[in-house]
């Protein structure tokens, strides 16, 4: 038996949802390259492609619009639970238990997109009234006029938002709904291929993607990037890091040889946005981080991946860094459910071998012998 450590280069299904080219730097959703999607495209029109497998007409489009935004509220419950913890706990703790809870509230038998929408709709109502509850400010409820994105950022501060800020959202959420196999999505799938449900299949999702290997990167780059503090900095703190066997957070990825599409999506709407100084001062030193680090990584085939501009994105949008991983959930949320309802079409339950190394035929010592 092979061991393969980490799982890499085994395939655990066939896909048509994403396909990611990592010598070249592409990634493509249902064939679609995502430069012309990020240019082109929304993201409720990307989910209905995920979802769906084809673009949607206009009239399916605006039906699928209306179905979402009507399932943006949350139960009293999830409400209560929401600020009874967000000033004391992981906002991905909050995140996960809230989705749990959904998953016992929710008694109908819909079919999986149908729930699965339900948990999209909800998570940033979720996700704002934490922000605003830490704050101490009030709770804003969703309003189903405006679009996810524009919504989204209404309930985080509480007036809508421009055109061009909830574009930068839309795009950053975009780019986040799926990335073919990864630690969170496979999650999701052994917990569906043990025939359980979807809301218990996006927990373990939204449990993998909180650990810094993964979900967790966008705001450890950033906080390098505040470390760092200005660019005469940064070459120093980049060979230092380095040099004591630290990594580069927001570099490196299992399937990437080569700049990741979405982090070079992400700079360029950053660098032609109007900035605040804050954030002009951030971008310029996560360009120079970016720079140097190729200079000394991009030989091994080390590159930015999406975590080290989306950071800075959200950041821009004004969330609180440690909600950074969350945004990245409620956009996964798409892509797990997706690869969920295509495994099942084919299901085998997935159980993997583990090669022992222990010994064997011990005696048994009681316990006062010992
Ligand atoms: C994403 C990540 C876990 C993928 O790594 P992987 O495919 O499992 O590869 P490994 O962790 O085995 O790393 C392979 C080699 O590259 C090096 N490496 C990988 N990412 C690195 C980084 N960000 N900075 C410096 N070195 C890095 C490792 O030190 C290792 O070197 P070695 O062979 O000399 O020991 C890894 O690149 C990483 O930890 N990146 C930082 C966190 C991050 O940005 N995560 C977001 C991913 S989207």
């Known amino acids: ?40 495209s929304n993201f409720e029109e990307v989910a209905y492609l995920i979802w769906y497998g084809k ?6 489009l605006d039906d699928f619009k209306s179905r979402l935004a009507e399932e943006r509220s949350i139960s009293d419950e999830i409400a209560s639970l929401v600020k009874r913890t967000a000033k004391t706990a992981n906002p991905m703790d909050v995140l996960r238990t809230s989705v749990s809870m959904m998953g016992l509230e929710d008694k109908d038998d819909g079919e999986l997109i149908t729930k699965s929408m339900k948990i999209t709709a909800k998570i940033p109502t979720i996700i704002s009234s934490i922000q605003r509850t830490r704050a101490n400010l009030d709770v804003i409820e969703p309003d189903p006029s405006l679009s996810h994105s524009e919504n989204f950022l209404y309930m985080l501060h509480g007036s809508k938002p421009s055109r061009e800020r909830s574009r930068m959202l839309d795009v950053g ?3 986040h709904i799926d990335h073919e196999m990864n630690a969170s999505t496979m999650a999701c799938l052994v917990v569906a291929s043990t025939l359980s449900d979807i809301y218990s299949s996006i927990v373990a999702g939204i449990s993998a993607l909180k650990g810094p290997l993964h979900g ?12 760092i503090g200005s660019q005469e900095n940064v070459e120093k703190y980049v060979l230092n890091r380095l040099s004591s066997g630290q990594r580069l957070m927001g570099f490196g990825h299992r399937i990437y040889k080569s700049l990741d599409p979405r982090a070079k999506i992400i700079k360029d709407y950053l660098s032609k946005v109007s ?19 190729i200079r000394i ?3 091994r085939g080390i590159y930015p991946n999406v975590d080290f501009y989306s950071g800075l994105l959200f950041h821009f949008l004004g969330f609180d860094l440690d909600l950074f991983p969350t945004i990245f959930a409620s956009a996964r949320v798409i892509g797990w459910s997706a690869h969920v309802d295509e495994y099942l079409k084919d299901n085998k339950l997935i159980r993997p071998k583990a090669i022992y190394v222990g010994d064997l035929g011990k005696k048994y010592v009681p316990i006062d012998e010992r």
């Open 1 to 40: 038996m092979e061991l393969r450590k980490g799982l890499e280069d085994i395939a655990i299904k066939e896909t048509s949802i994403t396909f990611i080219d990592g010598e070249l730097g592409r990634l493509y959703y249902r064939g679609y390259s995502i430069f012309d999607l990020a240019s082109f």
């Open 55 to 60: 673009l949607p007409t206009r009239h399916e």
């Open 173 to 175: 959420l975009m780019l």
């Open 275 to 293: 900035k605040d100084e804050e954030t002009q001062r951030l971008f310029d030193i996560a360009t120079k981080v970016e720079e140097i680090g």
């Open 297 to 299: 990584l991009g030989k």
């Open 216 to 227: 967790g990167a966008n705001s450890e780059a950033l906080r390098q990037f505040m470390e």
